[in-house]
């Protein structure tokens, strides 16, 4: 499975961005793809996850009511939807892909399989 994240850019505070993750080659063995985050000096951080079947989504509180997650299956893209980014946001955003089918959502980014290249956001005040 490749991905291919793009959509980052410098915006100022309050203002959206929508990021993408196209997947290609064995997609049939993705079961869920997440959004993560890394700011310099940072670990890195787990922002939510969508079920590539199904409606499951889950984001962190942190970006509950400003971050959304979608899919579409046609296109096999996930998009990560920022609104009223804050500087705290800045980061370098990965999506992943899991392969296993789990009955929790991983957080952890160590059960992610598959990565995406990331895409820099960087938020300015």
């Known amino acids: 499975v490749q991905l291919q994240a793009s959509g980052g850019g410098v915006v100022q505070a309050g203002d959206s961005l929508r990021l993408s993750c196209a997947a290609s080659?064995?997609?049939?063995?993705?079961?869920?793809v997440a959004w993560f985050r890394q700011a310099p000096g940072k670990e890195r951080e787990f922002v939510g996850e969508i079920k590539w079947r199904g409606d499951s989504t889950y984001v962190t509180d942190s970006a509950k009511g400003r971050f959304t997650i979608s899919r579409d299956n046609a296109k096999n893209t996930v998009y990560l939807q920022m609104n009223s980014l804050q500087p705290e946001d800045t980061a370098v955003y990965y999506c992943?892909?899991?392969?296993?089918?789990?009955?929790?959502?991983?957080?952890?980014?160590?059960?992610?399989?598959?990565w995406g290249q990331g895409t820099q956001v960087t938020v300015s005040s």
């Open positions: 080659g064995r997609t049939y063995t993705v079961e869920a």
């Open positions: 992943a892909a899991d392969t296993k089918r789990r009955s929790f959502t991983a957080t952890s980014s160590f059960l992610y399989k598959y």
